[in-house]
Protein backbone atom coordinates (compact mmCIF):
# COMPACT_ATOMS: atom_id res chain seq x y z
CA UNK A 1 0.00 0.00 0.00
CA UNK A 2 1.38 3.28 -0.92
CA UNK A 3 -1.03 5.48 1.07
CA UNK A 4 0.23 8.45 3.33
CA UNK A 5 2.40 7.17 6.24
CA UNK A 6 3.12 9.18 9.41
CA UNK A 7 5.55 8.65 12.62
CA UNK A 8 4.54 7.98 15.43
CA UNK A 9 1.27 7.28 16.01
CA UNK A 10 1.19 8.59 19.24
CA UNK A 11 3.68 10.39 21.39
CA UNK A 12 3.85 11.47 24.95
CA UNK A 13 5.80 13.87 26.28
CA UNK A 14 6.43 16.24 28.90
CA UNK A 15 5.43 19.77 28.88
CA UNK A 16 8.99 21.29 27.43
CA UNK A 17 10.30 18.84 25.48
CA UNK A 18 10.95 18.78 21.82
CA UNK A 19 9.05 16.73 19.46
CA UNK A 20 9.23 15.88 15.63
CA UNK A 21 6.80 13.90 13.62
CA UNK A 22 7.48 12.54 10.19
CA UNK A 23 5.00 12.26 7.35
CA UNK A 24 5.68 10.14 4.40
CA UNK A 25 3.18 10.98 1.65
CA UNK A 26 2.10 9.43 -1.87
CA UNK A 27 5.03 8.89 -3.78
CA UNK A 28 3.85 10.53 -6.94
CA UNK A 29 2.23 13.65 -4.87
CA UNK A 30 4.12 17.02 -4.72
CA UNK A 31 1.88 18.51 -2.46
CA UNK A 32 1.78 17.99 1.26
CA UNK A 33 -0.20 19.45 4.46
CA UNK A 34 -0.07 19.80 7.88
CA UNK A 35 -3.24 20.20 9.76
CA UNK A 36 -4.03 20.05 13.71
CA UNK A 37 -7.45 18.11 14.76
CA UNK A 38 -8.40 18.89 18.73
CA UNK A 39 -10.94 16.97 20.56
CA UNK A 40 -14.37 17.89 19.08
CA UNK A 41 -13.00 20.15 16.16
CA UNK A 42 -12.19 19.86 12.46
CA UNK A 43 -8.50 19.46 11.39
CA UNK A 44 -7.07 22.88 10.86
CA UNK A 45 -4.57 23.74 8.38
CA UNK A 46 -0.87 24.66 9.56
CA UNK A 47 1.04 24.58 6.72
CA UNK A 48 1.58 23.86 2.98
CA UNK A 49 4.30 21.88 0.91
CA UNK A 50 5.01 22.32 -2.89
CA UNK A 51 7.81 20.23 -3.45
CA UNK A 52 10.33 21.25 -0.83
CA UNK A 53 9.14 25.00 -0.70
CA UNK A 54 6.82 26.02 2.04
CA UNK A 55 4.33 28.73 0.17
CA UNK A 56 2.32 29.28 3.34
CA UNK A 57 1.81 28.92 6.86
CA UNK A 58 -1.18 29.46 9.09
CA UNK A 59 -1.29 31.56 11.97
CA UNK A 60 -1.74 28.73 14.60
CA UNK A 61 2.08 27.56 13.44
CA UNK A 62 3.86 29.77 16.23
CA UNK A 63 7.46 30.47 16.38
CA UNK A 64 7.62 27.21 18.00
CA UNK A 65 6.73 24.90 15.16
CA UNK A 66 8.58 24.38 12.24
CA UNK A 67 8.21 22.22 9.06
CA UNK A 68 10.51 20.97 6.48
CA UNK A 69 10.14 18.97 3.59
CA UNK A 70 14.13 18.62 2.79
CA UNK A 71 14.21 16.64 -0.44
CA UNK A 72 10.46 17.12 -1.89
CA UNK A 73 9.57 14.00 -0.48
CA UNK A 74 8.77 13.43 3.49
CA UNK A 75 8.20 16.00 5.70
CA UNK A 76 8.99 16.83 9.83
CA UNK A 77 7.29 18.60 11.96
CA UNK A 78 9.07 19.66 15.08
CA UNK A 79 7.33 21.58 17.78
CA UNK A 80 9.68 23.01 20.74
CA UNK A 81 9.12 23.81 24.52
CA UNK A 82 5.77 21.89 23.98
CA UNK A 83 2.84 23.12 25.75
CA UNK A 84 -0.11 21.31 27.12
CA UNK A 85 -2.06 23.59 25.01
CA UNK A 86 -0.24 21.30 21.79
CA UNK A 87 -2.07 18.22 22.78
CA UNK A 88 -3.64 17.48 19.28
CA UNK A 89 -3.43 14.86 16.74
CA UNK A 90 -1.59 15.36 14.09
CA UNK A 91 -2.46 15.20 10.60
CA UNK A 92 -0.64 15.05 6.97
CA UNK A 93 -2.27 14.65 3.85
CA UNK A 94 -1.05 15.13 0.29
CA UNK A 95 -1.83 15.70 -3.42
CA UNK A 96 -1.04 15.14 -6.90
CA UNK A 97 -0.10 17.95 -9.50
CA UNK A 98 -2.59 19.10 -11.83
CA UNK A 99 -6.63 18.48 -12.10
CA UNK A 100 -6.43 15.82 -9.07
CA UNK A 101 -4.46 18.78 -6.61
CA UNK A 102 -7.71 19.47 -4.79
CA UNK A 103 -8.28 15.83 -3.61
CA UNK A 104 -5.92 15.40 -0.51
CA UNK A 105 -5.64 12.02 0.95
CA UNK A 106 -4.97 11.83 4.79
CA UNK A 107 -2.38 9.88 6.69
CA UNK A 108 -3.43 8.19 10.33
CA UNK A 109 -2.34 10.98 12.67
CA UNK A 110 0.41 11.40 15.06
CA UNK A 111 -1.57 11.63 18.37
CA UNK A 112 0.41 14.01 20.84
CA UNK A 113 -0.26 14.00 24.55
CA UNK A 114 1.65 16.76 26.70
CA UNK A 115 1.60 16.04 30.21
CA UNK B 1 -14.13 34.68 4.70
CA UNK B 2 -15.05 30.49 3.78
CA UNK B 3 -16.35 28.61 6.59
CA UNK B 4 -18.25 25.10 6.43
CA UNK B 5 -21.23 24.43 8.66
CA UNK B 6 -22.40 21.13 10.27
CA UNK B 7 -25.39 22.08 12.11
CA UNK B 8 -25.65 18.21 13.94
CA UNK B 9 -23.09 17.38 16.44
CA UNK B 10 -24.40 14.32 16.73
CA UNK B 11 -27.07 11.90 15.10
CA UNK B 12 -28.51 8.58 15.89
CA UNK B 13 -30.06 6.02 13.69
CA UNK B 14 -30.85 2.80 13.70
CA UNK B 15 -29.10 0.13 11.79
CA UNK B 16 -31.17 -0.09 7.57
CA UNK B 17 -32.99 3.54 8.36
CA UNK B 18 -31.84 6.21 5.66
CA UNK B 19 -29.35 8.74 6.63
CA UNK B 20 -28.83 12.60 6.37
CA UNK B 21 -26.16 14.61 7.06
CA UNK B 22 -26.20 18.34 6.90
CA UNK B 23 -23.39 20.62 5.52
CA UNK B 24 -23.80 24.22 4.54
CA UNK B 25 -20.27 26.67 3.56
CA UNK B 26 -19.75 29.99 2.57
CA UNK B 27 -17.63 30.80 -0.11
CA UNK B 28 -17.18 33.37 -2.89
CA UNK B 29 -16.75 31.14 -6.31
CA UNK B 30 -17.63 27.63 -7.29
CA UNK B 31 -16.66 25.66 -4.29
CA UNK B 32 -15.05 22.87 -4.40
CA UNK B 33 -16.75 20.15 -1.62
CA UNK B 34 -15.84 17.14 0.29
CA UNK B 35 -16.75 14.77 2.68
CA UNK B 36 -14.51 12.60 5.19
CA UNK B 37 -15.29 10.06 7.31
CA UNK B 38 -12.86 9.80 10.66
CA UNK B 39 -12.85 6.25 12.57
CA UNK B 40 -11.96 6.69 16.23
CA UNK B 41 -8.51 7.47 16.63
CA UNK B 42 -8.06 6.99 13.00
CA UNK B 43 -6.93 9.63 9.93
CA UNK B 44 -9.42 10.69 7.45
CA UNK B 45 -10.93 8.82 4.61
CA UNK B 46 -12.31 10.96 1.07
CA UNK B 47 -15.59 9.59 0.58
CA UNK B 48 -16.88 12.07 -2.31
CA UNK B 49 -16.09 15.05 -3.82
CA UNK B 50 -18.08 17.70 -6.17
CA UNK B 51 -16.02 19.54 -8.37
CA UNK B 52 -18.47 21.18 -11.00
CA UNK B 53 -21.10 18.93 -13.58
CA UNK B 54 -23.99 16.43 -12.26
CA UNK B 55 -24.55 17.95 -8.40
CA UNK B 56 -25.54 14.73 -7.29
CA UNK B 57 -22.34 13.15 -7.01
CA UNK B 58 -21.64 9.11 -5.99
CA UNK B 59 -19.18 8.02 -3.48
CA UNK B 60 -17.90 4.90 -1.86
CA UNK B 61 -19.81 2.58 0.93
CA UNK B 62 -22.66 3.49 -1.08
CA UNK B 63 -23.02 7.57 0.06
CA UNK B 64 -24.07 10.46 -2.63
CA UNK B 65 -24.15 13.83 -1.28
CA UNK B 66 -25.99 16.53 -3.65
CA UNK B 67 -24.95 20.04 -4.06
CA UNK B 68 -27.52 22.68 -3.98
CA UNK B 69 -26.23 26.38 -4.99
CA UNK B 70 -29.47 28.08 -3.62
CA UNK B 71 -29.02 26.78 -0.27
CA UNK B 72 -25.13 27.08 -0.38
CA UNK B 73 -25.70 22.98 0.75
CA UNK B 74 -23.91 19.65 0.51
CA UNK B 75 -25.57 17.41 2.26
CA UNK B 76 -24.35 13.61 2.77
CA UNK B 77 -27.09 10.65 2.20
CA UNK B 78 -27.07 7.12 2.66
CA UNK B 79 -30.41 5.35 1.85
CA UNK B 80 -29.61 2.24 4.72
CA UNK B 81 -26.94 2.40 7.07
CA UNK B 82 -24.88 -0.31 8.39
CA UNK B 83 -23.44 -0.11 11.39
CA UNK B 84 -19.83 -0.10 10.31
CA UNK B 85 -21.16 3.24 9.36
CA UNK B 86 -20.80 4.92 12.81
CA UNK B 87 -17.95 7.26 12.64
CA UNK B 88 -17.24 11.03 12.50
CA UNK B 89 -18.40 12.67 9.18
CA UNK B 90 -16.35 15.84 8.52
CA UNK B 91 -17.56 18.04 4.85
CA UNK B 92 -14.86 20.59 4.07
CA UNK B 93 -14.54 23.29 1.38
CA UNK B 94 -11.30 23.56 -0.86
CA UNK B 95 -9.75 26.99 0.19
CA UNK B 96 -8.88 28.10 -3.74
CA UNK B 97 -5.54 29.77 -3.50
CA UNK B 98 -4.55 29.25 -0.34
CA UNK B 99 -4.55 25.23 -1.18
CA UNK B 100 -6.41 24.51 2.36
CA UNK B 101 -9.08 22.82 2.92
CA UNK B 102 -11.40 24.59 5.39
CA UNK B 103 -13.34 21.88 7.58
CA UNK B 104 -16.91 21.80 9.89
CA UNK B 105 -17.00 20.79 13.46
CA UNK B 106 -18.22 17.25 12.67
CA UNK B 107 -21.05 14.94 12.68
CA UNK B 108 -20.35 12.17 14.74
CA UNK B 109 -22.66 9.29 13.85
CA UNK B 110 -23.99 6.40 16.44
CA UNK B 111 -25.60 3.54 14.62
CA UNK B 112 -28.38 1.73 16.48
CA UNK B 113 -28.65 -2.21 16.52
Known amino acids: DTGVSQDPRHKITKRGQNVTFRCDPI?????LYWYRQTLGQGPEFLTYFQNEAQLEKSRLLSDRFSAERPKGSFSTLEIQRTEQGDSAMYLC?????????????FGPGTRLTVT | AQSVTQPDIHITVSEGASLELRCNYSYGATPYLFWYVQSPGQGLQLLLK??????LVQGIKGFEAEFKRSQSSFNLRKPSVHWSDAAEYFC???????????FGTGTLLAVQP
Open chain 2, 92 to 102: AVYGGATNKLI
Open chain 1, 27 to 31: SEHNR
Open chain 2, 50 to 55: YFSGDT
Open chain 1, 93 to 105: ASSSRGGASYEQY
